[in-house]
Each structure stands twice: as structure tokens, then as C-alpha cells.
């Protein structure tokens, strides 16, 4: 008899401690709002959600990308539009020049309007981003993509080199895409800077005081540069545009992308919120055979004792 009260005993032990811990799991769940606290509760949906999780950490980094990418390329896209006006503002003095009527002091002042606007578009082409870094050297970013370069010593720029390389850096913005983040001088001016070294030669010859409006050469040299401004207004639009068709593309990944993490976030929920009907009449239920264990705990108890006395 001693031996059945003690296993009797021990059973309802285990059961008690059974008992209190599902309550407690049950008043978690309750609390955090959460169905699933270990894998162990529901292994299927447990899977699900890790999966759901590690797909949601991943369009949260492609979207990082892309606003990082997006707010780089809209920078760029504005310098390069100042510079586009500027070859068209050089443009229109160019054909001011070809036009006959020039006299030497004339051709001076377009030629130094010409020298200003060559090295306003070299210093906007040298931009730095806020980290330092410059933007339109391809992928190298450590120093100037475009140096000028003073042949004979007098303080004056004789031409200009690049010192950047044809590549770009990259980003990806969605599962196995990657975009161009950056355009390179070296994509609309090339890498020997035709146009840039053209007006520079053009803009010197135009402001010597010895400069003859009629020469013949001094006319070809103008229009000259007027099909070099051409060709580089032409690839510089091309580089323009390219941003712009990038852009609309990490726009469009980045709707679609939002759609997918709002989904996921509706399905997560589905497999992991509390339904707090059910989970109520479990707690309940689980209060009411806990009660009971400590009553019937509480009689093995005093028979126990009594049997020992």
C-alpha cells in the first residue's frame, strides 16, 4: 500500500510539473501574441516562417541597394545634365564664332567663355560623393577621373587626361540582378577625352591677340569642334538616358519587391499569430486539471503521511 501512494505520488508530481509548464507556455503565447514559440509546436509552419524570415532579409537588403543606388544615380544624372547644357552652351558660341563676321577681340571673349565652361564642366565631372569618393572615375574612386595637365609649365592647362578605367560598380537590387550604379567620363568623352583636349586647343587659339578671324584653318578648327561637341552631347545623352533606364528598373523591382514583404508579412502572421479563442479555453482547461492535480496531490499527501503514522 505504502509503495502504490508513492508511486501514485510521483505520478502526479510529474503530471503537476507537466501541467504548469504547458500553462506557462500557453500564458507566453498569450503574451507575445505568437502561436509558435519553438519549432516544436508546429514543425511545418516553424519551417515556413524561417524560410518567409530569411526571404524578408533579403528584399530588405536588396531595397537598401536600391534606395542607396537610386539616390546616387539621380545625383549623377544632374551633374551630367549641367554638363549637357554646357556643351550646349559652347555649342552656341562655337557657331557664334564660325560666323564670319568675328572680329580678334570677339573671338577672345568666346574663346575665354569657351576656356570657362570646359573647366566648369571638368570640375563637375571630378564630384566627390559624401564619402569622398569620386563618382565618374569607373571603379576608381581614390583620385580624380580628370587631371589637368600643363605641358609647358606657363600655369595654363594644354589638355586634360583621364585617369579613371572603363568599368562600374555594381549593385544588386533583387535575387540574382545586378545593375551599374555609376556612368564613367570615360562612356561619352572616351578615354582620351577628345572633346574636353579639342576645346581646350580651340579656346587657347581663339584668345591669342594674333588670332586672324579669317584664316582659313582658324574656321576649320571651329567646326571642328563643333562635330567633337556634337559626337560628346550625343554619348553624353545616351550615358543620360541609361541612368534613367536603370532607374526605372530599380523602381519596378523595388514595387514589386514591396508587394512580395507585405505578402509575406500577411502569411507570416497567418502561420504565427495567436488565435486567442482557442488559446483561452486551453489556458482555462489547463488552470482547471492543475487544480484538480493539487487536490488530489493534496489527499495522496495526508494518506501518505497517515500510512507512515
Do not use: C, W
Amino acid at each position: 500500500m505504502r509503495v502504490s501512494t508513492q508511486q501514485s505520488y510521483v505520478s502526479m508530481t510529474q503530471s503537476f510539473n507537466d501541467l504548469s509548464s504547458d500553462l506557462s507556455h500557453v500564458v507566453t503565447q498569450m503574451a507575445t501574441g505568437k502561436s509558435i514559440l519553438l519549432p516544436s509546436d508546429d514543425p511545418i509552419a516553424a519551417t515556413r516562417i524561417t524560410q518567409l524570415n530569411r526571404q524578408q532579409s533579403a528584399l530588405d537588403q536588396y531595397q537598401t541597394n536600391i534606395d542607396s543606388a537610386s539616390a546616387g544615380m539621380s545625383q549623377q544624372e544632374s551633374i551630367l545634365d549641367g554638363v549637357n547644357n554646357d556643351l550646349l552652351a559652347i555649342r552656341d558660341d562655337l557657331l557664334e564664332a564660325a560666323n564670319g563676321t568675328n572680329t580678334a577681340e570677339s573671338l577672345s571673349s568666346l574663346g575665354q567663355d569657351i576656356q570657362s565652361m570646359t573647366e566648369a564642366m571638368v570640375s563637375a565631372l571630378n564630384y566627390q560623393d559624401e564619402d569622398g569618393h569620386y563618382v565618374f572615375g569607373g571603379t576608381v574612386n581614390d583620385q580624380p577621373p580628370i587631371v589637368a595637365v600643363d605641358e609647358d609649365g606657363d600655369g595654363v592647362t594644354d589638355s586634360y587626361t583621364y585617369q579613371g578605367n572603363d568599368d562600374h560598380r555594381q549593385t544588386t537590387v533583387s535575387n540574382g540582378v545586378e545593375v551599374d550604379t555609376n556612368v564613367a567620363v570615360s562612356d561619352f568623352f572616351g578615354d582620351s577625352l577628345d572633346v574636353l583636349n579639342t576645346l581646350t586647343s580651340l579656346s587657347k587659339e581663339l584668345q591669342d591677340p594674333s588670332v586672324d578671324p579669317a584664316d582659313p584653318q582658324v574656321q576649320s578648327d571651329i567646326q571642328n569642334a563643333i562635330d567633337t561637341v556634337d559626337v560628346a552631347s550625343d554619348a553624353l545623352n545616351a550615358s543620360i538616358a541609361t541612368i534613367g533606364e536603370t532607374q526605372n528598373t530599380m523602381s519596378m523591382l523595388s514595387s514589386a519587391q514591396t508587394d512580395i514583404t507585405t505578402s509575406n508579412d500577411q502569411l507570416i502572421s497567418q502561420l504565427s499569430d495567436l488565435d486567442y479563442g482557442p488559446a483561452s479555453i486551453t489556458f482555462t482547461g489547463l488552470e482547471m486539471a492543475m487544480e484538480a492535480t493539487l487536490k488530489t496531490y493534496s489527499k495522496v499527501s495526508e494518506l501518505n503521511l497517515f500510512s507512515v503514522i
